[in-house]
């Protein structure tokens, strides 16, 4: 287990003033199972990892982060092990590898960038209908010229 985490769980229970046996007993361990975690020769799980900083109100994603350097300073965002475990890979590539993967990448990229942004063009389009500008409906706005001058026509007829 990281050295920062088994110090971490050592002072937080110091800290609340507690036993190792007290807290074993809280969370349902042994008290030797959680001497063992303080001095690092074996690790909780992720459930028994939360409760113990629960009891000693210590934030879990605080020395997680500080313990395995997943947050990344200046940004908003953690990477997740499956996402070190690419970088790790990644790393070993040789250059040719490094480039092709790069290639993939920034082509992925980009064709989720295109569909995203066509989803958005698509939802920002709004049918458009022509506006009468006359009093009545002007079904025929497509019909051929000798029609329209036909109906102008009419309408100008003082027998109509």
Same mark, same amino acid.
């Given at each position: 287990?990281?050295?920062? @985490?088994?110090?971490?769980? %050592?002072?937080?229970?110091?800290?609340?003033?507690? %036993?190792?046996?007290? @807290? $074993?007993?809280?969370?349902?361990? %042994?008290?030797?199972? /959680?001497?063992?975690?303080?001095? &690092?020769?074996?690790?909780?799980?992720?459930?028994?990892?939360?409760?113990?900083?629960?009891?000693?109100?210590?934030?879990?994603?605080?020395?997680?982060?500080? $313990?395995?350097? /997943?947050? @990344?300073?200046?940004?908003?965002?953690?990477i997740k092990p499956s996402e070190i475990k690419h970088i790790?890979?990644?790393?070993? /590539?040789?250059?040719? &590898?490094?480039?092709?993967?790069?290639?993939?990448?920034?082509?992925?990229?980009?064709?989720?960038?295109?569909?995203?942004?066509?989803? @958005? $063009?698509t939802l920002s389009k709004k049918p458009t209908r022509p506006?009468?500008?006359?009093?009545?409906?002007?079904?025929?706005?497509?019909?051929?010229?000798?029609?329209?001058? /036909?109906?102008?026509?009419?309408?100008?007829?003082?027998?109509f």
């Open positions: 287990m990281n050295n920062y @985490v088994i110090r971490k769980l %050592k002072e937080g229970r110091v800290n609340a003033k507690l %036993k190792q046996s007290e @807290v $074993a007993s809280k969370i349902g361990i %042994k008290p030797n199972t /959680l001497s063992n975690y303080e001095n &690092g020769v074996s690790e909780p799980d992720i459930d028994t990892f939360c409760a113990l900083c629960d009891i000693y109100n210590l934030n879990p994603s605080d020395i997680l982060n500080e $313990a395995y350097g /997943l947050s @990344v300073q200046g940004s908003n965002f953690t790790e890979k990644y790393r070993l /590539l040789d250059q040719h &590898g490094k480039e092709m993967t790069d290639f993939v990448l920034n082509k992925e990229y980009d064709r989720c960038q295109a569909i995203q942004q066509e989803k @958005v $063009a506006i009468p500008t006359a009093a009545h409906a002007d079904d025929y706005i497509h019909a051929p010229d000798d029609l329209k001058q /036909l109906e102008e026509d009419i309408m100008d007829d003082e027998n």
